[in-house]
């Protein structure tokens, strides 16, 4: 079975069934239809997450065999916003993490990591893992690993809020350009700065020679 609340990632299970003739892959992109009830009835032997904005039920996880795939090399990046915790501190290169869901939050032991480039939008970054993702599956999947504790010191990410998208503090322009990048997904609040009356969204930008290049969006603030 595959849960995921983003689009990008909805065409795995029929990816899947090209591969495995034998198994049926369901998908839940919905949150109210992820229920101990549901599940039971399906029975499912695994249950991978590729990309899940909600908290997993304590009554799902400690019964069905639930796979999280995190964009952070854990025990470091635990937590929310992943993608944008990293390219907001700088950091490009990460590992998709595929862990056991467990009581803390990304806290299990891991089956599998795999190297992935944070360069390109939110979109482009979320389009290059599904194939990196559908990989790890198929080696869950005919290898059942075992997985192993964390090891290392845990660094927690807080779930980025969207008044943290406006630029106006920033100083450079390079983090004017990863912060429109980083943002620039179906589904997240836009880069922006604001004046007295008007705000201004950003997506599709490009780095220049000292400067960048930009959709922008200016609409009237709202009271």
């Known amino acids: 079975m595959i849960a995921s609340s983003n689009i990008l990632y909805n065409d795995i299970p029929d990816n899947l069934k090209e591969i495995y003739n ?56 635990r937590g929310g916003s992943p993608l944008q915790n990293l390219i907001a501190r700088g950091i490009y290169e990460t590992q998709i993490t595929a862990l056991k869901c467990e009581m803390g939050i990304d806290s299990g032991p891991v089956y599998m990591k795999m190297p992935l480039s944070l360069y390109g939008t939110a979109e482009e970054i979320f389009l ?8 790890m599956i ?23 809020k969207p008044g943290e998208s406006n630029m106006e503090n920033l100083t450079e322009i ?12 179906e589904g997240y609040p836009k880069a922006f700065f604001e004046t007295k009356n008007m ?14 290049v930009a959709d922008v969006k200016i609409k009237k603030k709202e009271n």
């Open 199 to 212: 705000r201004l969204e950003f997506e599709r930008v490009s780095l220049k020679n000292g400067y960048l």
């Open 128 to 135: 290059r893992s599904k194939p990196i993702i559908e990989k």
């Open 22 to 77: 034998d198994f049926e892959f369901i998908l839940i992109d919905k949150k109210e239809d992820l229920t101990f009830d549901n599940l039971e009835i399906i029975d499912p032997n695994y249950i991978f997450f590729p990309h899940w904005s909600y908290l997993i039920p304590e009554n799902i996880f400690m019964n069905f065999q639930c796979v999280i795939f995190h964009m952070t090399d854990v025990p470091f990046g």
């Open 174 to 185: 390079e983090q004017v350009y990863d912060y429109i990048r980083m943002l620039d997904a």
């Open 138 to 160: 198929i080696h869950i999947i005919d290898n059942k690993p075992f997985p192993s504790p964390q090891d290392g010191k845990s660094v927690f990410f807080p779930r980025r």
